[in-house]
């Protein structure tokens, strides 16, 4: 399969402004997300999909590649399909939406979606252990699986619900890791679909692909994950981790 990978990226985000240019270890997010995939070596070509001159620019100094998009789109998928549109890239057979704010994306988790869409879903994507104590965060996406790994749904909620709370079942909550790898024709029919009342509820675009009727296999992880800078909190956990981890090699 040939990938292309698209990192879509807007300054409208209202829970940390400008987000692709917050600095994380005094360089902007977005730059650290592109040398975080560039690392990991798994896609045929990387573009960053965005509406500001001002991200083209800062991926462009690290010699990235940005593609401007419209200002309208509501969600990252849509403008992801922008470009996947774009006869440019009609030669890709699989499309990774790769979230502009997971800077510490493990490779397992872009590989496990990818592997998902070759074993024949119309998306992949992957999920990770998450303790107990932190599945009441709204941050934290939980996704419901079924026995063959494919997705049921989405929530910021705690799903499932521990009805005894006494119950101690291992690997009762997962969490969504930023990451959907599409085949062509899902991408391309994704951008087709009106948005559903769950999607608008949650506001998880994914919930609308489920509920067109789009499989979503989920690639299960090993270790839990950090979560994706989302918030000035998740930007000041972000820099911790950073600079733990380049004092460890």
Not at 89 to 106: S, Y
Not at 185 to 194: E, G, M, P, Q, Y
Not at 199 to 215: D, F, K, N, S, Y
Request: aromatic content about 4%; overall charge negative.
């Amino acid at each position: 399969m040939r990938v292309l990978g698209v990192i879509p990226a807007r300054l409208g985000s209202t829970r940390l402004p400008n987000k692709p240019l917050q600095l994380l270890a005094g360089e902007p997010l977005i730059t650290r997300v592109i040398e975080r995939v560039q690392d990991l070596g798994v896609l045929d070509e990387l573009v960053v999909a965005t509406d500001s001159s001002r991200v083209a620019d800062a991926v462009q100094r690290v010699r990235g590649r940005a593609v401007l998009t419209r200002d309208s789109h509501q969600t990252g998928t849509d403008r992801v399909a922008e470009v996947a549109a774009n006869p440019e890239f009609a030669g890709f057979d699989v499309v990774a939406n790769i979230q502009g704010d997971e800077p510490f994306l493990p490779r397992e988790a872009l590989t496990g979606a990818l592997a998902r869409v070759e074993q024949g879903e119309d998306i992949g994507t992957a999920a990770a252990p998450l303790d107990p104590a932190l599945a009441p965060e709204p941050s934290r996406v939980k996704v419901v699986t079924d026995a063959r790994g494919r997705a049921l749904y989405f929530s910021r909620s705690v799903i499932p619900h521990r009805r005894e709370p006494t119950d101690s079942s291992p690997e009762l909550y997962w969490q969504h890791v930023g990451i959907y790898a599409y085949s062509r024709d899902a991408i391309l029919r994704w951008a087709t679909l009106t948005p559903c009342p769950a999607e608008r509820a949650e506001r998880l675009e994914q919930l609308r692909a489920l509920h067109h009727g789009l499989t979503i296999g989920v690639a299960r992880l090993e270790e839990p994950v950090l979560p994706g800078v989302d918030t000035p909190e998740d930007l000041r956990r972000a820099e911790a981790h950073w600079h733990a981890y380049q004092g460890q090699v």
